[in-house]
C-alpha cells in the first residue's frame, strides 16, 4: 500500500482515464519530444559550437573518402 495521497491520486487519474478526459490530447501516440541533458548541456554545447564530432564520426567520413 502506497502513502494515502499516492492512492488517492491514482484513483483520480483511473476515474479520468474511465471518463476519456485524456482521450484525444495534442500529439496523442506521438513519440515524445528529447529532452535535453541537462548535465552536458554545457558541454554539448560548445563540442556543437567548436564543430567538435565523435571520433568514430570523424574515421567514417575518412574512411568513405579513400573508397
Do not use: Y
Amino acid at each position: 500500500m502506497d502513502h494515502p495521497l499516492i492512492d488517492l491520486i491514482n484513483a483520480r487519474i483511473r476515474e479520468a482515464e474511465e471518463n476519456g478526459a485524456f482521450d484525444n490530447l495534442p500529439g496523442a501516440g506521438k513519440p515524445l519530444p528529447p529532452e535535453p541533458d541537462p548535465e552536458n548541456a554545457l558541454l554539448n554545447r560548445l563540442a556543437k559550437e567548436n564543430g567538435a564530432e565523435p571520433e568514430f564520426v570523424t574515421l567514417s567520413r575518412e574512411l568513405r573518402k579513400l573508397r
